[in-house]
Nanobody, 125 residues
Framework: QVQLVESGGGSVQTGGSLRLSCAASGYTDSTYWMAWFRQAPGKEREGVAAIYTRDSNTYTATSVKGRFTISQDTAKKTLFLQMNSLKPEDTATYYC??????????????????WGQGTQVTVSS
């Protein structure tokens, strides 16, 4: 089992920045991918960015490319999402996820079997 705990959410104005963290514990050696998803009210959960934990290769969704950066600190078993130039449309609950599958589509929810409880990000205009 893997436990994930997010932190770092909050309220900012348009153009501001936030850094989300996700602390992982448990049998983390069993995971290959970690990712950030977000879900706004009334919308489907969407993948924002993902990282292959074994070599730190990353994938970032087009909607946030150039503004959001995913990274990891393997020693501290922590995943990060640096969010810059935030827009009101970035408002959502952000979830950290981990997958014990090696071959997945990194920003689709189906193969992620561990999830955090979510952290709220609100961007005001």
């Amino acid at each position: 089992q893997v436990q994930l705990v997010e932190s770092g959410g909050g309220s900012v104005q348009t153009g501001g920045s936030l850094r989300l963290s996700c602390a992982a514990s448990g049998y983390t050696d069993s995971t290959y991918w970690m990712a950030w998803f977000r879900q706004a009210p009334g919308k489907e959960r969407e993948g924002v960015a993902a990282i292959y934990t074994r070599d730190s290769n990353t994938y970032t969704a087009t909607s946030v490319k150039g503004r959001f950066t995913i990274s990891q600190d393997t020693a501290k078993k922590t995943l990060f999402l640096q969010m810059n130039s935030l827009k009101p449309e970035d408002t959502a609950t952000y979830y950290c996820a981990a997958s014990s599958s090696r071959a997945i589509v990194p920003t689709r929810t189906e193969r992620y079997n561990y999830w955090g409880q979510g952290t709220q990000v609100t961007v005001s205009s």
